[in-house]
């Protein structure tokens, strides 16, 4: 009788603590999911939310996270009311670095300057993190503290992750200002995903200079070549881009001549800091392609990638390239036309550095599998604005045939696209076959020009 009753007592105690431990779990779940409820749900009223969270609170007063939600809540209507509720998430989780940082920002509202200093200090501490160190130096500025804001914002991109890179720097060049001394001392030159997104924000906001020095300064160890590539293309597009959209004989504005002098100044130097860091990414590894020379095209022979810029570029994605036969001719470009294309057709071109005032002989060779009398295949040289500054008809004979024609630079003029359409000859039907083209070479105009093709090809081996 007595051994039935101990275990009738041990079964009754063991069923209490369960029931206990279930009512806990039960009670601690409603609260994670009041709470869980009013952080997803975007329409809730603040009434409604405020009671869903006094009901978790009541569910589980020992958990601190109602609490600072809470607060939160209450921060900017009843700052008074949100300071006791994340005094109290602080008393229950101490190393918190979110309870810290709230309160701080309640301070903050409340106008204790110290106090909320204190408390982003401790968050920073607890924490450690990109977020902390964030926020500390976004209340820095606030306070006109501009030594805080640039060493807890140096913290902060030190440890940022590769998603919160971008608001950071944003952060960092509107409240900061990107042609401060400290812009280069807070970005680390070791974390390369920031300095390249800090190349690409302020390259998109126009500031180039602050971009440049950022570049001059990256390191780019073999894993993370792509992405110094992605950055020194879009800095060197940056710097091409305001050479044509600044210059007035490119936009079309009229000036005095002082303005225009300044004006061609500064896309010359423009045009010039855009090739030297493209020969630098060339000289480095980061890229397969040819060095930008002055009046010269870069890559005659397609042997390299088409990145555009002052690479080629393709407008169709058809064109196929041909491997050499002869490795000193180059590769070949075939275009297949199916005598359904429209009347004009874009098929690649590229961005060519010049002397304004120079002359210069463009010339490449072509052919087709079947002779054409009329292809209708150009190669124009042109403006930014598309207007024609010379251009020249390939002939479509069934061998190699060389196609040139001398180029005169007007004043003013520094750089000049090389583009490969088909318009379909007046009077004539569209073409259809496949013509194919090779070593597109662009030197100086030799003064005779019956001199003109040995010229080129001496040019060539030089290319």
Same mark, same amino acid.
């Given at each position: *009788?007595?051994?039935?009753?101990?275990?009738?007592?041990?079964?009754?105690?063991?069923?209490?603590?369960?029931?206990?431990?279930?009512? $806990?779990?039960?009670?601690?779940? /409603?609260?994670?999911?009041?709470?869980? %409820?009013?952080?997803?749900?975007?329409?809730?009223?603040?009434?409604?939310?405020?009671?869903? =969270?006094?009901?978790?609170?009541?569910?589980?007063?020992?958990?601190?996270?109602?609490?600072?939600?809470?607060?939160?809540?209450?921060?900017?209507?009843?700052?008074?009311?949100?300071?006791?509720?994340?005094?109290?998430?602080?008393?229950?989780?101490?190393?918190?670095? +979110?309870?810290?940082?709230? =309160?701080?920002?309640?301070?903050?509202? &409340? @106008?204790?300057?110290?106090?909320?200093? %204190?408390?982003?200090?401790?968050?920073?501490?607890?924490?450690?993190?990109?977020?902390?160190?964030?926020?500390?130096?976004? !209340?820095?500025?606030?306070?006109?503290?501009?030594? *805080?804001?640039?060493?807890? *914002? /140096?913290?902060?991109?030190?440890?940022?992750?590769?998603?919160?890179?971008?608001?950071?720097?944003?952060?960092?060049?509107?409240?900061? #200002?990107?042609?401060?001394?400290?812009?280069?001392?807070?970005?680390?030159?070791?974390?390369?995903?920031?300095?390249?997104?800090?190349?690409?924000?302020?390259?998109?906001?126009?500031?180039?200079?602050?971009?440049?020095?950022?570049?001059?300064?990256?390191?780019?160890?073999?894993?993370?070549?792509?992405?110094?590539?992605?950055?020194?293309?879009?800095?060197?597009?940056?710097?091409?881009?305001?050479? =044509?959209? $600044?210059?007035?004989?490119?936009?079309?504005?009229?000036?005095?001549?002082?303005?225009?002098?300044?004006?061609?100044?500064?896309?010359?130097?423009?045009?010039?800091?855009?090739?030297?860091?493209?020969?630098?990414?060339?000289?480095?590894?980061?890229?397969?392609?040819?060095?930008? %020379?002055?009046?010269?095209?870069?890559?005659?022979?397609?042997?390299?990638?088409?990145?555009?810029?002052? $690479?080629?570029?393709?407008?169709?994605?058809?064109?196929?390239?041909?491997?050499? +036969?002869?490795?000193?001719?180059?590769?070949? !470009?075939?275009?297949?036309?199916? #005598?359904?294309?429209?009347?004009?057709?874009?098929?690649?071109?590229?961005?060519?550095?010049?002397?304004?005032?120079?002359?210069?002989?463009?010339?490449? @060779?072509?052919?087709?599998?079947?002779?054409?009398?009329?292809? #209708?295949?150009?190669?124009?040289?042109?403006?930014?604005?598309? /207007?024609?500054?010379?251009?020249?008809?390939?002939? &479509?004979?069934?061998?190699?045939?060389?196609?040139?024609?001398?180029?005169?630079?007007?004043?003013?003029?520094?750089?000049?696209?090389?583009?490969?359409?088909?318009?379909?000859?007046? $009077? %004539?039907?569209?073409?259809?076959?496949?013509?194919?083209?090779?070593?597109?070479? *662009?030197?100086?105009?030799?003064?005779?020009?019956?001199?003109?093709?040995?010229?080129?090809?001496?040019?060539?081996?030089? @290319?």
């Amino acid at each position: *009788m007595a051994r039935r009753f101990i275990t009738w007592t041990i079964a009754a105690c063991l069923t209490a603590i369960l029931l206990w431990f279930a009512e $806990g779990a039960i009670r601690t779940w /409603k609260a994670a999911a009041l709470v869980a %409820h009013v952080q997803a749900s975007n329409r809730i009223s603040a009434r409604s939310a405020e009671q869903q =969270l006094r009901q978790a609170r009541h569910l589980r007063p020992d958990l601190s996270q109602p609490w600072r939600i809470s607060a939160r809540l209450a921060e900017f209507q009843h700052p008074l009311r949100a300071h006791r509720y994340i005094r109290q998430a602080i008393r229950l989780s101490p190393h918190n670095w +979110r309870n810290w940082h709230t =309160l701080g920002m309640i301070d903050y509202q &409340l @106008q204790r300057i110290a106090a909320a200093q %204190h408390a982003l200090h401790m968050a920073a501490v607890y924490n450690n993190g990109f977020a902390a160190h964030f926020a500390a130096a976004n !209340l820095a500025f606030i306070l006109h503290d501009p030594a *805080m804001f640039w060493r807890e *914002m /140096k913290t902060a991109l030190r440890i940022a992750p590769a998603f919160d890179v971008n608001p950071a720097l944003q952060d960092l060049v509107r409240l900061g #200002g990107s042609h401060s001394r400290h812009l280069l001392a807070v970005l680390p030159p070791h974390r390369t995903r920031i300095a390249a997104a800090a190349i690409h924000y302020l390259v998109q906001t126009g500031q180039l200079h602050a971009a440049q020095r950022i570049w001059n300064r990256m390191t780019c160890p073999a894993y993370r070549r792509k992405i110094c590539r992605q950055a020194s293309l879009i800095l060197i597009r940056g710097w091409r881009d305001f050479a =044509l959209a $600044g210059h007035p004989a490119v936009a079309g504005t009229a000036g005095s001549k002082s303005r225009h002098s300044r004006a061609d100044r500064q896309a010359a130097a423009a045009l010039f800091q855009s090739a030297r860091d493209w020969n630098t990414i060339v000289r480095r590894a980061w890229m397969r392609a040819g060095a930008v %020379h002055w009046g010269r095209i870069t890559d005659g022979r397609f042997r390299h990638p088409w990145v555009g810029i002052y $690479g080629w570029h393709s407008y169709q994605p058809a064109v196929r390239i041909l491997p050499a +036969r002869i490795a000193e001719l180059g590769n070949e !470009l075939e275009f297949t036309f199916s #005598g359904e294309q429209a009347s004009q057709v874009p098929l690649f071109r590229q961005w060519v550095i010049v002397h304004a005032h120079a002359d210069y002989t463009l010339a490449f @060779q072509s052919r087709a599998r079947q002779a054409v009398s009329k292809s #209708g295949i150009l190669a124009r040289i042109q403006d930014a604005h598309g /207007k024609s500054i010379a251009r020249v008809t390939a002939r &479509l004979g069934t061998s190699w045939t060389w196609n040139y024609c001398t180029i005169h630079i007007p004043a003013r003029i520094f750089i000049v696209k090389v583009a490969v359409i088909y318009r379909r000859p007046h $009077g %004539h039907s569209l073409f259809r076959g496949t013509a194919l083209i090779r070593r597109f070479i *662009m030197t100086a105009a030799p003064e005779n020009k019956a001199h003109a093709l040995s010229g080129i090809t001496n040019a060539n081996h030089a @290319q």
